[in-house]
């Protein structure tokens, strides 16, 4: 028995989930699927009410599950950082989720700025570390608010937890044996003591896979590849603030947020499956998201549990609806109803 935390969240996330957990139930009959959700009222609405976004034992309580299906944070009338912080970055942290897997993948039929790119050659996946960098949250301020201020944001870098993410991506690349490369995407010409240790793990990790290329690119110039010859990629291997930035723009040219899925993924612990896209709170209870993004986390999720069929089934039916040209734009407000995309998916699972 699959056992699934769901917490929908703010904004958009709760009727993305809906359609997410519509294709669960219809695809969990036809593969033998036994699951059950559990959902947490966890969020911005939450501290609204009750004043707190979730409660202290959450993280124990999430330990109980196979895995965690988020819908969005982020609530226009609660303090900026502070649900991102609560609920995204501390379940992150303190479940040890190191590993942001990010897939850039161009579904057929789906529209891409990038001219004379297809699904062939916009199929990568970025690995983000997902526990360290800026997002520690290390730094402070001395003569707050006057004209000597000083603020500090400390990036940290440990080399188990470089070790950790970089292996990651190399047994990534191994298992997806495609093209078989792994980019490490970073700023060692500048950041040279935190990035020069990501350079040296990167070269004694990378011993151990004969097999795969070694590749390096400086952020910047990668944010330029990713446009221009987005083939060259298989796997990115990158930091944290940084693979927040990039994959934005992965977003981007694989149709946008509309579809853009991650996991953040402990391989010994609990995982969370979540859409990239944010909560959008203008478009709250209006049925005018996209859920594709969110069934697209779904299907990693069941991919991530090792049901396997149920996310073959997930994955061939969003190529097949996108495919079919029924929702020719992909944005919210523009696509249609949150709803009957659901359905669209549910049919063709
Ligand atoms: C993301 C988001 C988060 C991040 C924010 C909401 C804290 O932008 O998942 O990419 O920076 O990781
Ligand atoms: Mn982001």
Redesign the pocket.
């Known amino acids: 028995m699959l056992r699934i935390a769901v917490i929908p969240g703010d904004g958009i996330g709760p009727e993305v989930v809906r359609e997410g957990l519509k294709v669960l139930e219809a695809v969990a009959g036809p593969t033998g699927l036994e699951y059950e959700t559990a959902e947490f009222d966890w969020g911005g609405e939450r501290y609204l009410k009750q004043g707190e976004v979730r409660p202290d034992s959450a993280l124990d309580i999430l330990r109980q599950f196979d895995a965690i299906y988020l819908g969005a ?2 609530h226009p009338d609660v303090p900026v950082g502070l649900v ?1 912080r609560k609920l ?2 501390d379940l992150r942290f303190g479940l040890d989720q190191y590993v ?1 897997l990010r897939p850039i993948k161009l579904y057929p039929g789906v529209w891409t700025p990038i001219k004379d790119k297809g699904p062939e050659e916009i199929e990568f996946v970025v690995v983000r570390e997902n526990t360290e960098d800026l ?1 520690v949250g290390t730094g402070g301020f001395a003569h707050y608010g006057t004209p000597d201020e000083v603020a500090t944001q400390v990036a940290v870098y440990t080399r188990k937890g470089t070790e950790r993410i970089i292996r990651y991506a190399f047994e990534l690349a191994k298992a997806r044996g495609k093209r078989k490369r792994v980019t490490v995407v970073d700023k060692s010409n500048v950041l040279t003591y935190g990035h020069d240790l990501w350079q040296r793990v990167f070269g004694e990790v990378g011993e151990e896979y004969p097999d795969i290329e070694k590749d390096r690119a400086y952020v910047d110039a990668a944010c330029m590849w990713m446009v221009k010859n987005p083939e060259w990629f298989d796997v990115i291997v990158t930091t944290n603030m940084f693979g ?1 930035i990039i ?2 723009l992965g977003a981007m040219i694989q149709g946008g947020m509309g579809v853009a899925a ?1 996991g953040n993924i402990n391989p010994d612990g609990t995982s969370m499956f ?1 859409p ?1 896209h ?1 909560s959008a709170p203008k478009y709250t209870g209006q049925n005018k998201a996209n859920p594709i993004a969110c069934i697209a986390a779904m299907q990693m999720l069941l991919e991530h549990v090792r049901a396997a069929e149920a996310a073959e089934r997930i994955d061939k039916a969003l190529t097949s609806v996108l495919a079919s040209g029924k929702i020719p734009d992909l944005s919210a407000g523009k696509c249609p109803p949150t709803s009957e995309i659901g359905d669209m998916v549910a049919a063709a699972v």
């Open positions: 944070v982020g991102e995204l970055l942001n997002y927040d994959t934005d991650s979540e990239i944010g």
